[in-house]
C-alpha cells in the first residue's frame, strides 16, 4: 500500500478524489464528517509544499442541476478545511484547466461535480485521461465510493506512476483488515437492521472469521420464525427461512455462536407512541411487532460484548429512530465504547449503525466509524474494492 506519508509533494500538483457527497438540509450541510475525513490528506499535500485539485460527487444529478453544483457546500468546505479553497465551474472545461494550471504550492481547488459527466459513472477512459491532465499525481482518499468502478475512482489510476491512498481510504482499509485479518479473538460481529436478505453475504463470510455473531433488530424475526418461533406482527422474510436455517446450521460447523434476542419491545402499530409490552422473543402475541431489544437480550448482549477483544457492528437492534425504541441501539453502543474502553478494538460500519453512533453521540468511544455505506458491506462481505485495486 503506497500512502501518502511515503512520498514528498513538494511542488506537485495533486489531484484528490474525496468524497464530500455530503447531506443538504434547508441550503445547509447537515454533517461534515465526510469533508472532515479529507483535512488530514489535504494538510499532508499542503505542508509538504504541493497543491491540491479536490474532486468528488455530490448527490445523484443527471447532467447539470444546480442544486448539486459544488457551489452550495464550499462555504462549509473552506470552514472544515480551515483554509482557502478556489472552485472552478466546471471540471475538465477551461475553467477547471486554468486554475488548475495557476495553482501555487499550498492552494487548493474543487473542482465543480464530477457526475455533472455522464462518463465519470461509466468510466470512460477519455474523460479519465482529461481528469489526470489537470495534476502530477493522484491520491485517492473517497472510501465511500471505492467500491465504484468509476472515471474519478478506477480509470484515472492508468493514468500515474504517482498514486497514493489518501490517509482516510489508509485508515478504513486498515480498520477493516484489523477485523477480517487480523482481528484479536473473540471476534463479536452484530449484525442488525431490517432486512436479513441485504446481510446474507455479509453473514456467510463473517461466520468464517467471528467466534460470535448477535443477531439483533428486524433481521432476527426470520430465524426466530425458522427455528419455530411466534413473532406476531414482526418484520421478516418468508423467502429467507430456509436460507436462515443454513445459516444456523454452519455456525455449528464453524463453531460459532450465533446469540439472538431472547425478549423484544413489542408494539401493535409501527408508531413511537403505540401501546408497548415485552415478550419473550419466540411467544410474540399475533397483534404486535417487535421493535426493539428487551431487557434480557440486552444482558445477555452486555455479556458478549464485554467479552470480545474485536468488534464489528453493522446495523441497529431496534427502531432507533423512534424515541420509544431506541433503547437497544443505545444501549448497545454504550456496551462496545465500554469494551471499547476496557481494549477492545471496534469498527462501526454501515449506514444506519452510524447514524446511531452519531445520534447518541458516542462517536468517538468508538475505535473507527466507518465513512462508507457501500463500500464497507461490499468490504464486509469479502469483496475487493475497484477503487483500492486499482492503486496497488
Ligand atoms: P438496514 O438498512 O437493513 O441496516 O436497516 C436499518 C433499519 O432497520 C433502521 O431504519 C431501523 O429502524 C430498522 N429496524 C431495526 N429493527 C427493526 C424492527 N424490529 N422492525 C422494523 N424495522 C427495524
Known sequence: ?????????????????????????????????RIKAAKQTIDKVCKDGGSCILVSHLGRPIGFQKEFSMTNIINEVENVLERNVFLSKDVIGPDAKKKSLHLKPTQVLLLENVRFHDEEKKGD?????????????????????????????????????????????????NSIKKVLNSGKKPILAILGGAKISS????????????????????MSFTFIKAMGGQIGLSIHEDSMLETAKEI????????????????????????????????DITKIDNDFQGMDAGPKSLDLFEKVVMDSNTI????????????NF?????????FISKSTKGGAFSLVGGGDSVAAVKKFKIENKMSYVSTGGGAM????????????????
Not at 199 to 218: C, E, M, R, S, Y
Not at 258 to 279: A, G
Not at 379 to 392: D, M, S, V, Y
Request: charged share 25%; proline share 3%.
Open 312 to 323: 464489528l457492528w453493522n446495523g441497529p437492534l431496534g427502531v432507533f429512530e423512534f424515541s
Open 199 to 218: 446481510k446474507i453475504p455479509i453473514l456467510k463470510n463473517i461466520i468464517k472469521i467471528a467466534d460470535h455473531i448477535i443477531v439483533g433488530g428486524g
Open 125 to 173: 477512459i477519455d474523460f479519465a485521461k482529461e481528469l489526470s491532465l489537470l495534476a502530477d499525481c493522484y491520491i485517492n482518499d473517497a472510501f465511500g465510493t471505492a467500491h465504484r468502478a468509476h472515471a474519478s475512482t478506477t480509470t484515472i489510476t492508468t493514468f500515474f506512476n504517482d498514486k497514493f491512498f489518501g490517509k482516510c481510504l489508509e485508515q478504513e482499509v
Open 248 to 279: 444456523l446450521e454452519k455456525a455449528k460447523k464453524y463453531n460459532v455462536k450465533i446469540h439472538l434476542p431472547i425478549d423484544v419491545v413489542c408494539s401493535k402499530k409501527f408508531d413511537n407512541e403505540s401501546e408497548q409490552r415485552v415478550f
Open 1 to 33: 500500500m503506497r500512502t501518502v506519508d511515503q512520498f514528498n509533494f513538494k511542488n506537485k500538483r495533486a489531484i484528490i478524489r474525496v468524497d464530500f457527497n455530503v447531506p443538504i438540509e434547508n441550503n445547509k450541510v447537515a454533517d461534515t464528517s
Open 377 to 392: 458491506l461490499e468490504c464486509l462481505e469479502g469483496k475487493n474494492l475497484p477503487g483500492i485495486n486499482a492503486l496497488l
Open 326 to 334: 431506541s433503547n437497544g441501539t443505545k444501549m448497545l453502543g454504550y
